[in-house]
Each structure stands twice: as C-alpha cells, then as structure tokens.
T-cell receptor, first 110, second 112 residues
Framework: GEDVEQSLFLSVREGDSSVINCTYT??????LYWYKQEPGAGLQLLTY?????DMKQDQRLTVLLNKKDKHLSLRIADTQTGDSAIYFC??????????FGTGTKLQVIP | DTAVSQTPKYLVTQMGNDKSIKCEQN?????MYWYKQDSKKFLKIMFS???????INETVPNRFSPKSPDKAHLNLHINSLELGDSAVYFC???????????FGPGTRLTVL
C-alpha cells in the first residue's frame, strides 16, 4: 500500500527558513499536498502540487517535487512563531483517497 | 458560517457504550470522509462517502458504522466502545473532481 514518511520534529529560529521533507512510495501519485494542523484544530490545506510539476511557489511557501526520488519538500521562508504547528505531507493517486504522512512538528524559537 | 462542523467536540464515555458523532458541511461538496488521529498524531482514513454512497472503507472494525442521510451529513456511530477507540476523529469534505479536503475541528473521544 501507499506509504508517506516524514521526520517527526523540526526546530528553527524565527526569521530563518524551514524545510520539511517527505518521501512517498506510490509512483502513481497525481497530487501531493501540504497540510497544516495547529493545536486543537483540524487540518488546513496550505498548498498542493501536481505530479507533473517540479516546483510551486506561493508567497512564503515553496514546494519542490523530485518525482524520480519520490521526495517532496516544503520550504517556509522567514519562519514566524505563528508557523509553529504540525505539517502533514499527503499524496493521492486514486479516486479521492488521500494518504497522509506521519506529520512533522515545527517549533519556531523566538 | 462554519464550513465543516462536528458535534460533540469532546466525548467522554465508558467502555461498552454506544456513541455517535455528527458531521455537517455547508460547502456543497459531494464527498465526505472520516479520519482517526491517534495520540501520536498519525492520521488514517476510515471511510469516504460520495453522494451518500460508501466508496472507501478501510480496515475498520464493524463496530464503526457511518451513515449519510444526505450529501451534507456524514455521521459516525460506534458500538461497544473500547479503550483503543480513544482518539480524535476528524470529518472532512471535498469536491469530487479535486482532492482538496476541508477538515472539521475534530471530536476528541476518550473511552474510560
């Protein structure tokens, strides 16, 4: 079955860039996503990328996709304390089924 | 004007009881989902309904029974609750043609 892996924890200083990495196994993935979960809340879609793209930029967020290595990353520029949350990578290759990664907890140190 | 709402937000109950969690979305989406998030924050899909029809049913005990009375509602009924059912349950909805999902705030279920 599909498998999506992330490192569990990342700590950065305010103002620095954060890079959260993700690897997946399903070679038929069509969409790849990044979701954000703040404490006590549901997940919120941050951005997504089609599998035929290498990069997508949206304000402070940059998504890089290496389809050959099945590697996805999310870069947050000028990280702020409000960015502290758990970030989930996810992929979808089939009919509406989305497989989520294990989540990376981002801690931003003031 | 909440997009995806769930009730209750917290649910504390004894082992062996039967309980329900309700979900409603006002986004006009065709597809609704139930996810379970465990204490390690691992998120796993349980069910998906499209236009009131079950389309995804992961390996979930048959004590869990989803019910979709209409496109805007997907409720989750759980029989004979067990300690291992303690988790946060998230409802989500999304349009059929795209995979973006909108999540509810979650229901924290604690089984004592």
């Amino acid at each position: 079955g599909e498998d999506v892996e992330q490192s569990l924890f990342l700590s950065v200083r305010e103002g620095d860039s954060s890079v959260i990495n993700c690897t997946y196994t399903d070679s038929s993935s069509t969409y790849l996503y990044w979701y954000k979960q703040e404490p006590g809340a549901g997940l919120q879609l941050l951005t997504y990328i089609f599998s035929n793209m290498d990069m997508k930029q949206d304000q402070r967020l940059t998504v890089l996709l290496n389809k050959k290595d099945k590697h996805l990353s999310l870069r947050i520029a000028d990280t702020q304390t409000g960015d502290s949350a758990i970030y989930f990578c996810a992929e979808s290759g089939g009919y509406q089924k989305v497989t989520f990664g294990t989540g990376t907890k981002l801690q931003v140190i003031p | 004007d909440t997009a995806v709402s769930q009730t209750p937000k917290y649910l504390v109950t004894q082992m062996g009881n039967d309980k329900s969690i309700k979900c409603e979305q006002n986004l006009g989406h065709d597809t609704m989902y139930w996810y379970k998030q465990d204490s390690k924050k691992f998120l796993k899909i349980m069910f998906s309904y499209n236009n009131k029809e079950l389309i995804i049913n992961e390996t979930v005990p048959n004590r869990f029974s989803p019910k979709s009375p209409d496109k805007a509602h997907l409720n989750l009924h759980i029989n004979s609750l067990e300690l291992g059912d303690s988790a946060v349950y998230f409802c989500a909805s999304g349009p059929t043609r795209a995979n973006e999902q909108f999540f509810g705030p979650g229901t924290r279920l604690t089984v004592l």
